[in-house]
């Protein structure tokens, strides 16, 4: 079986009003090497009925009960066959008809790549970006300590979960960033300039609080950089560090509280 360059994920639940357009994003496209993998979590307002109308052997649906969009996403993990990853959410589009064969050419450029990301426009106001604008550029470390990437702009290559990686479910709303910290500490990670996706604002991490997440940042941050974070670049975030730190020497295993301790200590006379 010839295995397809791109897996494009969409998880689906009720989306039944903007499905439509999401998948004539990506069946419209100029690259046809490509599968569709929708994860629907048991849909009740005809959104499969409206899925298996485009009746086109790329596209694949599994509806099932599941425990929410990362749930539905590492189910489709165990599924796809492509080189590269897209996750899009089902009231996300792609960005342009050539946008897969663009993103193409830009692979097979930088073959040693584990992540690229590039960017997405985003559709509608939010109280932090508005209408039209473009999300984010490229990141540092420093940034994206501060903010996540956006999902939609960001493909993985499918060796990252072949070595077991998957969205941690303690986190209902930003596995993605949790995900996102984790590869920008294991991986290579390529930018590219090119806008991926069309972004709808309004999404779950948009419009609701992580409070795991929120709890867990800074200490996972140092548990998955480790010494790599004793750089006067992140000085920034100290205070940050410092609260990590002091939680790992009182709770963390061995190994972690000596990392804490040489974490605050760096960052108290920084």
């Given at each position: 079986?010839?295995?397809?360059?791109?897996?494009i994920v969409?998880?689906?639940?009720q989306?039944?009003?903007?499905?439509n357009?999401?998948?004539?994003s990506?069946l419209?496209?100029?690259?046809?090497?490509?599968?569709?993998?929708?994860q629907?979590?048991?849909?009740?307002d005809?959104t499969?009925?409206?899925i298996?109308?485009?009746?086109?052997s790329?596209?694949r649906?599994?509806?099932e009960?599941?425990?929410?969009v990362?749930?539905?996403?590492?189910?489709a993990?165990?599924?796809?066959?492509g080189?590269?990853?897209?996750?899009l959410?089902?009231d996300?589009?792609?960005?342009?008809?050539d946008t897969?064969?663009?993103l193409?050419?830009?692979?097979?450029?930088t073959?040693?790549?584990?992540?690229?990301?590039?960017?997405v426009?985003?559709a509608?106001?939010?109280?932090?970006i508005k209408?039209g604008?473009?999300?984010?550029?490229?990141?540092h470390?420093a940034l994206?300590?501060?903010?996540?990437?956006?999902?939609?702009s960001?493909?993985?290559?499918?060796q990252?979960?072949e070595?077991?990686?998957?969205?941690?479910?303690?986190?209902p709303?930003?596995?993605?960033?949790d995900?996102?910290?984790?590869?920008f500490?294991?991986?290579k990670?390529?930018?590219?300039?090119q806008?991926?996706?069309?972004?709808?604002?309004?999404?779950?991490?948009?419009?609701?609080?992580d409070?795991?997440f929120?709890?867990?940042k800074?200490?996972?941050?140092?548990?998955?950089?480790?010494?790599?974070?004793?750089?006067?670049?992140?000085a920034?975030h100290?205070q940050d560090?410092?609260?990590a730190?002091?939680h790992?020497?009182?709770?963390g295993?061995?190994?972690?509280?000596m990392?804490a301790?040489a974490?605050?200590?760096?960052?108290?006379f920084?």
């Amino acid at each position: 079986m010839i295995k397809p360059f791109f897996s494009i994920v969409i998880p689906t639940y009720q989306s039944a009003s903007t499905i439509n357009s999401c998948l004539t994003s990506v069946l419209d496209q100029s690259f046809t090497d490509f599968e569709i993998i929708v994860q629907d979590g048991q849909s009740t307002d005809g959104t499969c009925d409206l899925i298996r109308k485009f009746a086109d052997s790329r596209l694949r649906l599994f509806s099932e009960k599941d425990c929410g969009v990362y749930d539905a996403m590492n189910r489709a993990i165990g599924r796809l066959s492509g080189q590269w990853v897209l996750f899009l959410g089902s009231d996300d589009r792609l960005y342009a008809d050539d946008t897969l064969a663009m993103l193409h050419t830009f692979l097979a450029s930088t073959p040693s790549a584990d992540l690229v990301y590039g960017n997405v426009i985003m559709a509608g106001d939010s109280h932090w970006i508005k209408d039209g604008e473009i999300y984010m550029g490229e990141t540092h470390l420093a940034l994206l300590f501060q903010k996540n990437l956006c999902q939609q702009s960001i493909l993985y290559n499918k060796q990252i979960f072949e070595r077991g990686e998957r969205y941690n479910l303690t986190y209902p709303v930003l596995a993605d960033y949790d995900l996102n910290l984790r590869c920008f500490a294991r991986y290579k990670i390529t930018y590219t300039t090119q806008v991926i996706a069309v972004y709808s604002t309004g999404g779950l991490s948009s419009t609701t609080a992580d409070e795991p997440f929120a709890r867990d940042k800074w200490i996972n941050i140092i548990r998955y950089y480790r010494y790599a974070l004793l750089s006067a670049s992140l000085a920034a975030h100290k205070q940050d560090f410092k609260r990590a730190a002091k939680h790992l020497l009182r709770n963390g295993t061995p190994q972690e509280r000596m990392l804490a301790l040489a974490v605050y200590l760096y960052f108290k006379f920084t």
